[in-house]
């Protein structure tokens, strides 16, 4: 079992000889190692189970952290980033040569995220490296946002958990292409909604909208690697729909939005948020999945959430966990 910790000079000392971290984040809990030795990123991709051709995101503590990764901050990137940082947006920018070609997947651009959580700062301060970080889960499964989440999936293969505490935001960064010149493009929906990113630079490009069937071949599976129409599955077969009655008969699980109307039918009930807050419903999604994942049910049934705000990222990743190649 990892040890699971909450002293942040433990957790920077253990990254600094080359360990593997899992530390909190506002958004879910990341599997960190130091993002310049090719060596510790190769252990995160393994102890992941994670293909190599789906990039790292790096974390820093502050702007001039981001600035020696990428050849240079695009204007527009630098708009972004003086209000969204630290906050739940990872920015893909050129990237620097100092930066693994192993983080990227070969790619020329690196994501950059600096997060809000005080305890991932602190790290990111005391540690004085860049970290990458994925997502703290097996690959292909679901994200975790507390330290127990962590330690079920990966703590056999990792020596430590920093516990930040349960992450507010529940749901991963948005994460944004800002090249050169010309628009962004939006790449996974996230923390940050599309309306708060429009309103500060204008209409973006959105791909991420194209049909889940399509992804694989798109141009935008080349530029977000990480965009596979599965993932963030949990081992229980889910489905999206309507919640009127179970599909089939058996025991099923729901996962809803504001209520459920049938709730007598159904083996297990799960409400995101009476009161239809969508920040509310993501920052516990992740938590709601594991809960109706580890109960044996036949399948679990979920809903459309609206598309506004956190609900496009809420959808995006039911979309996926749905998805049944
Ligand atoms: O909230 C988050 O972003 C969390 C916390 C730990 O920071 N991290 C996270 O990492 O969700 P991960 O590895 O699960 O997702 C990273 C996403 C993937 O979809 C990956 O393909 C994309 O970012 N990505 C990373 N580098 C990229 C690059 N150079 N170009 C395009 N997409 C990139
Ligand atoms: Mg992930």
Known sequence: MARVITEVSTAAAALRRGELVAFATETVYGLGGVALWPDTVARIFEVKGRPTFDPLIVHVPDLSAAQKLVTKIPPLAAQLASRFWPGPLTLV????????????????????????????????????????????????????????????????????ILDGGPCAVGVESTVLNIPENGCPTLLRPGGVSLEEIEALIGPINQPAEIALTQVESSPVAQLAPGSLPQHYAPLTSITVSDLAAPPSPGRWGVLAFRDCPHADQYAAVEVLSPDGNLT??????????????????????????????????????????????
Request: charged letters at 25%.
């Open 93 to 160: 920018m050129e990237k620097a040569t100092q930066v693994p070609d192993l983080v990227t997947s070969g790619l020329p651009s690196v994501a950059i995220r600096i997060p809000s959580h005080p305890v991932a700062l602190r790290l990111l301060r005391e540690v004085g490296l860049p970290v990458a970080a994925p997502s703290a889960n097996l690959f292909g499964r679901v994200s975790p946002t507390t330290a127990a989440h962590v330690q079920d999936q990966l703590g056999d293969r990792i020596e430590w």
């Open 280 to 325: 509310q419903a993501a920052a516990g999604l992740f938590a709601a999945m594991r809960r109706l994942d580890s109960q044996g049910l036949d399948g679990i049934l979920t809903e459309r959430f609206p598309e506004e705000g956190l609900g496009r990222a809420i959808n995006d990743r039911l979309r996926r966990a749905a998805f049944r190649g």
